[in-house]
């Protein structure tokens, strides 16, 4: 048996990852797709009566992706589950458990919509921002050697800088907390070849949610809607009648937050969008970063003559039960 086609390395998850396998003679083949790491069994298919087997490993990879907001102090984060390292093992059934097998080289591949060639920063929001004293936000880099950072706040004439680096390359995690800058008017976080982005630190509003979200450019985006439009909270009952009439069995109860942007430009609205589609969204708070579930289906991003906002509406992940009774 031979592999005659495999991904490349690094990969992109959102685009076809396949793997194709020829023996010489007819057979039935079982495929494993495990975890490099630890050799956990990802996903398994079985070929019948073939010569050659081909098929898309993507929608097996993209379950193995686990994607969580980063906490802490400013500086590298451990990028645990943001990729995927795996391989495939190919074995025909006849004789099981005695059968010759072979392995597909190990391959790594990230969690982005296209190809990526390092050194990048994987983002989909813009490079110059806002942020307001207390927030954080968190950057993801993409490097075949060691990564150096440097954070330089500027208060005023006085600039003081930070530096950050990493042991290797690969995929790396940087969390930058406003927090340990209290002074800054400006931020810069320079990650040399990767890229750079440039933070206007600006006051806390009053009522403002910060989201951050998984993006298609492989990292967690973040961004701070300013104004909360309205807040409802939805009830629904399960009644039971009984000797003494009409009960409330069980209570469930469901809060909704309409946020509004700030009016931004078309290629923020772009990056800001894929709140709506993204898999995983958190509310940021100061005690971490709580699930939620953004409702709206639909923004708008370009409206002739006319500055544009998004508006969308969020909930909580699961909804609150309250037996009363």
């Known amino acids: 048996m031979t592999f005659t ?12 990852l396949r793997y194709t396998v020829t023996t010489p003679e007819t057979a039935t083949l079982d495929l494993r797709i495990a975890d490099a790491g630890n050799g956990m069994l990802i996903g398994a298919k079985r070929f019948a009566g073939i010569t050659s087997a081909s098929f898309d490993a993507a929608p097996y990879l993209r379950r193995a992706v ?8 400013t500086g ?18 006849q004789a099981a458990g005695t ?13 982005c919509r296209t190809n990526v060639t390092a050194p990048a920063l994987l983002t989909s929001m813009p490079l110059v921002r806002l942020i307001s004293h207390g927030e954080c936000d968190e950057l993801t880099l993409f490097s075949d050697e060691a990564v150096t950072v440097t954070v330089t706040a500027q ?26 800058f209290p002074e800054a ?32 450019a492989g990292g967690i985006e973040h961004y701070t809607f300013p104004i909360e439009k309205s807040e409802s909270v939805e009830t629904t009952r399960q009644r039971a009648y009984g000797a003494e009439g009409h009960l409330v069995a069980r209570t469930r109860t469901e809060r909704r937050t309409v946020l509004v942007s700030a009016y931004e430009p078309r290629a923020a609205l772009e990056g800001l969008s894929e709140v709506l589609s993204s898999p995983d969204v958190w509310l940021a708070g100061d005690d971490g970063y709580t699930a939620i579930d953004v409702v709206t289906e639909k923004s708008v991003l370009h409206r002739h003559g006319a500055v544009t906002c998004l508006e969308i509406e969020i909930r909580p992940k699961r909804k609150t039960g309250m037996p009363w009774n």
């Not at 005023?156 to 930058?176: D, I």
């Open 99 to 111: 059968a010759p097998s072979v392995h597909s080289p190990l391959r790594t591949f990230l969690p």
């Open 66 to 73: 686990a994607f969580v907001p980063t906490t802490g102090s």
């Open 185 to 216: 008017e400006t931020l810069a976080v320079d990650a040399g070849a990767c890229g750079s982005v440039a933070y206007t630190v600006i006051p806390a509003f009053s009522g403002a949610q910060r989201l951050a979200w998984r993006s298609s």
């Open 5 to 16: 086609q495999i991904p490349p390395e690094y990969a992109p998850l959102g685009g076809e």
């Open 76 to 93: 590298f984060h451990m990028a645990d589950g943001r990729s995927v390292a795996a391989y495939i093992e190919a074995q025909t059934a």
């Open 155 to 180: 208060a005023g004439t006085t600039a003081t800088a930070e530096s950050y680096r990493t042991a290797t390359g690969g995929l790396h995690v940087f969390r930058l907390d406003t927090r340990d």
